[in-house]
């Protein structure tokens, strides 16, 4: 096959960065935080590659020879984003942070919103969880029909909508031209979709219909260096959002981890000497950037 395989757990961290008071995150450790949520981990494999010998977690105690190699990356970019992070990966230095909104989008930037867009209001308009806004606004949302707008620590426009009573294809529309109209005067990581369906703040849930609308890297990454030296390059999840698909052969987008682990199964069969990127986004969509 001689595939070289890169996988990325979306949200899935091991402990903050020096950087993290910037952006409130102090404490933040997904994978401790979650053993000891849980009263411990079953993770034989990772363990056995050498994921606790970076730092003891519950169910995962360091291992006297790793079979594999180990460590924790400090980030180089400035700012905090699926997208920066994501280019960094790939090789792309970011000197310029992004634009961020941690008290809510500015009111004329609202107001161009609603002209461009043709929507008659809005709701939220500031820093939530995503999970949390719609228990919170999602009731008001289907009865006005308004979308709900609201970011997070990272550089986000976020907009949720009903997949029913909003339209999923009207949500798409809405990133689309938020994406390409209102924010070109501004440096944005992305414009997510984050559709949901339910009826009532108790049964309201996210869809894996999630789309992200991001930037083109400032310059050639390994994707690109790759591709032009005639290794396939191969986007599995929301890789091709992310990287604008720039540098990237094939695209193909995924709806879960299991379906990102299944297209990456079958693209290790179906390609040699290529290189199969990954993004397992379930722990982000679910569960959020809240540990």
């Not at 590659?49 to 003891?56: A, K, S, T």
């Not at 609603?114 to 308009?125: D, E, I, R």
């Not at 308004?146 to 529309?173: K, N």
């Not at 309201?204 to 005639?230: I, Q, V, W």
């Amino acid at each position: 096959m001689r595939n070289f395989i890169f996988i990325v757990l979306d949200g899935v961290g091991i402990g903050e960065l020096p950087d993290a008071p910037n952006y409130n995150d102090q404490g933040s450790n997904t994978l401790y935080n979650t053993a000891i949520k849980t009263g411990g981990l079953n993770i034989p494999n990772l363990r056995a590659l050498g994921l606790g010998n970076i730092r003891h977690i519950p169910g995962g105690a360091p291992v006297g020879a790793p079979a594999g190699a180990f460590g924790k990356m400090l980030e180089v970019s400035k700012g905090k984003d699926s997208t920066s992070g994501h280019w960094e990966l790939a090789g792309i230095i970011s000197p310029r942070d992004f634009d961020y909104f941690p008290d809510g989008f500015p009111t004329a930037m609202m107001d161009e919103f609603l002209s461009l867009t043709g929507c008659s209001g809005y709701l939220g308009n500031k820093a939530a969880s995503g999970t949390e806004i719609i228990k919170e606004l999602g009731e008001e949302h289907i009865r006005t029909g308004f979308p709900i707008v609201y970011t997070s620590a990272d550089s986000v426009f976020q907009i949720a909508a009903h997949e029913e009573h909003f339209g999923l294809e009207r949500l798409y529309e809405v990133c689309e031209i938020t994406r390409h109209r209102l924010l070109n005067n501004h440096f944005v990581g992305r414009v997510i979709a984050r559709p949901f369906i339910g009826e009532s703040a108790e049964t309201f849930k996210r869809t894996t219909n999630r789309r992200d609308y991001s930037l083109d890297p400032p310059g050639d990454t390994m994707l690109d260096h790759l591709r032009s030296n005639g290794i396939k390059t191969v986007a599995i999840g929301k890789i091709g959002d992310l990287f604008n698909e720039k540098g990237l052969d094939v695209i193909i987008h995924t709806k879960s981890n299991s379906e990102g682990c299944r297209e990456t199964l079958k693209a290790m069969k179906e390609y040699s000497n290529s290189f199969i990127m990954t993004n397992l986004v379930d722990f982000d969509v679910y569960f959020g950037h809240r540990l």
